[in-house]
């Protein structure tokens, strides 16, 4: 009934299960910290060839656990930690894994949620599903690595709609906008997921990891990964990068913040 | 009834009209430095939450004052100021906008349409608007730093048939694209995007003028900038931009580009 | 009857026809060769205005010519061979071509099928074509340069699904992925082909020219040239590559690269 991760493996597929059916999947701290981990323990199993991530019951993820947010959001130092740590720790070890990842999306799939599949090669939805970041309500903007990654996966277009207009768009908007790789009646999302593991289990594993590898060298420099590599590089284009993600964190005890944070847990409509 | 750029600002809410009526609204050389201006006051008024561009009448803009063009293109050196400073002066100040812009367009949307339009973070459009840049059969290329902006907002493969082919797009064509966030009927396109104002005024803003910055931070690393920030940069990639950057405008008195000009103005079909 | 690439001229326009009918225009090392200086002779030619790729008879390109691969693929110095200097040759010849490119795509378009309409500027498909690059059968990646341009032209997603799940797409499939300008029933095809053609013979050709220029130098920023152009540039982000690069072909002597080539040379399912 608690908030975890689980996981479970048989034969060539690691099944993840993101579980906290109290909140509708929403991600806590520790949660994020679950998440690495299993995902570092992947790395380890060679005989992996493909991952499945779903949610407990009829979501996939809701988002953030917004009940633990009074603790750490409201100071920029662990409001920093938060982001960079616990959330982008979770997000780049998925980023990281060598073996093919399917998401098998349901119910809601919202800001935690889109971050985590956006971490996924291969995303199924139910026709209902419904897809957003409506942090704007909440009076927070987006940590600028988690922006990097959203726009590379459901674009700019749609991205812009999510943060500045806190839009929550379909199953079938999200596969025109190229998000998803099929969209299917809801009571079919678990067999067709299912086909798709088991042809993936079919095909050459190594090939599979040197793609994957592939990708994420192209994808190293584009925007994701904005720490530069060198010296060099740093003087060159990481000066106002670094001044950018210094000065990142620094709305944390803004009063707009707060007022998010707090309409949301007393249940009213925030005044900003 | 002139050819002007309107401001009115009520609230939260800047609107922004393109009026030249007697020419569907295409912009002027004082209109683009109009739409500058208007927008970097803009960057000084703090309680704006939210930027509104439209069309006066039917049309949104239906591109550059062709009447205007004889007097300046078929020179290199008026043809780059042109470009460099009246064009990018107006866009950039729009792409450094700090609040999300809302373009609501309607009928023509044609070459500047377009790249005003590419610069708007969310898109309605009424369902009979049209899009294109059909500048090859007016003999010139679209310049650099504008087909920098374009690829970025509506996609290579339709940014080469604007170019490549003149083809013009319908706004159901758009949407497929990922360019436009919403079509609706034309006889909703103005409820609809005063809905949207609306909402987006209700939302965090120090959230939404956060996220813009991410998202101007993180587009600076691809093709838009193509000035490298530093004299290490300029060495390792600037060199061949700026090679290519300087011969830009060199078509400016070519015979394709006088013919292109001047069958338009004498209503002819061009001959390449 | 034998494998080859087709050339003719007339006026602006210029036909290529990938004919290898025995195996629905699969390319063999040699057509590689020939696409390369076929697209080298144009570059020569001041009249070209257009060129147009097809395949002869019903299919447009099925992939590589697997009959070849045992005599070159598992030897790391010849797989690299093949892919640098006969597969890129080919298509970097077709990237640097200065005037539109239109592919008319019927049948089968798999592998270096979309690779090479990949490199063209405006592609339209018959309704029944069908698009994917299922190598991970045949237990083999994409190379990085293949598949850096696959990714650009048919996004991340898409790219994914074809080297991940060795998905198979139908053309509107691929027009909804944003890849394919134009999807026309089969006997429409070379009609609507020859009509975009038309259109672009009219256009102003120096414009098209310089907008290839334009395009080329943007995308040249982005992931497809990784071989950095500057010493400077090397040291900064280009050794992460070489390492890369060194070992992209590796795999070339491993079981999972031979039993994926032999299965299918033997007409048996591949066990990985």
Same mark, same amino acid.
């Given at each position: ?23 509708? =999947? ?58 960079? =740590? ?21 119910? =809601? ?117 904005y720490k530069a590599p060198s010296t060099t590089e740093i003087e ?16 944390? =005890? ?19």
């Open positions: 009934m608690s908030a975890k991760i689980k996981f479970q493996q048989s034969g060539g597929l690691a099944q993840i299960t993101i579980s906290y059916p109290k909140r509708f =999947n929403a991600m806590s701290r520790a949660m994020w910290r679950d998440l690495r981990s299993i995902f570092e323990s992947i790395q380890c199993m060679p005989d992996v060839r493909c991952v499945l991530v779903f949610g407990q019951g009829a979501h996939f993820c809701s988002g953030g656990d917004i009940s633990e947010y009074g603790s750490f959001r409201f100071q920029e130092a662990s409001l920093r930690e938060f982001h960079e =740590n616990d959330v982008w720790g979770g997000l780049s070890a998925m980023l990281d894994c060598e073996v093919p990842i399917v998401a098998q999306i349901s119910g =809601n799939c919202m800001g935690a949620g889109v971050e985590i599949a956006s971490c996924c090669d291969i995303r199924l939805a139910a026709e209902t599903a419904q897809f957003g970041a409506p942090i704007a309500r909440l009076g927070f903007p987006m940590a600028p690595r988690e922006a990097a990654l959203i726009v590379r996966e459901v674009g700019l277009v749609t991205a812009r709609q999510m943060l500045l207009q806190a839009a929550v768009l379909s199953a079938a908007q999200m596969q025109s906008r190229g998000f998803l790789t099929q969209v299917v009646a809801d009571t079919d999302l678990q067999v067709q997921s299912q086909a798709v593991v088991k042809k993936i289990l079919t095909l050459a594993p190594l090939a599979a990891r040197q793609n994957k590898r592939t990708l994420r060298m192209l994808n190293s420099f584009q925007a994701l990964d060159a284009i990481g000066g106002a990068v670094q001044v950018f993600s210094e000065s990142a964190y620094a709305y944390a =005890n803004s009063t707009e913040h707060q007022e998010g944070i707090c309409a949301f847990l007393e249940k009213r409509e925030p005044r900003f």
